[in-house]
């Protein structure tokens, strides 16, 4: 399987909604429409798809963000593969090509969080040069 990654497009919005399911985070492919749309239209936001062929089996989006304590820094705010192509390149594909956009900005650090239970997903980030920081609680208030 040869796995190719671009540029996300607002045709990809309904394949990003369904994979943003495998993650347990399920929306309609309107809404993701209305999401992407305001993403790909920002300079400090990127999001990529990875294709086999035609078929889209993966995203990731990354932001830009300067923080007081650590300064400018890319954060992975979202990133899923299609379970059936997991392993196979998709995965190392889409950090990379965050992280060269991330470079091609001036940033110097990319930061990403992993849900504790997401076991899978720890080593995957430690071979690609990640190093653990801390583990935290994450809040959330709807308003």
């Given at each position: 399987?040869?796995?190719?990654?671009?540029r996300a497009t607002m045709a990809d919005a309904p394949?990003?909604?369904e994979l943003s399911g495998v993650l347990g985070y399920p929306v309609e492919r309107g809404?993701?429409?209305?999401r992407l749309a305001h993403l790909v239209a920002r300079e400090d936001n990127a999001v990529f798809a990875a294709l086999d062929g035609d078929r889209i089996v993966g995203w990731i989006h990354g932001a830009e963000h300067e923080l007081l304590e650590v300064?400018?820094?890319c954060e992975i705010l979202g990133l899923v593969v299609d379970p059936s192509v997991r392993r196979v390149g998709a995965g190392s594909g889409l950090m990379a090509a965050v992280e060269q956009w991330a470079v091609s900005r001036g940033v110097t650090q990319v930061?990403?969080?992993?849900?504790v239970l997401r076991l899978e997903s720890h080593p995957f980030y430690e071979r690609l040069g990640y190093?653990?920081?801390k583990t935290q609680?994450?809040?959330?208030?709807a308003l």
């Open positions: 399987m040869s796995v190719a990654v671009r394949r990003i909604a809404v993701m429409a209305e300064g400018r820094l930061s990403v969080r992993s849900n190093a653990r920081l609680h994450s809040y959330r208030k």
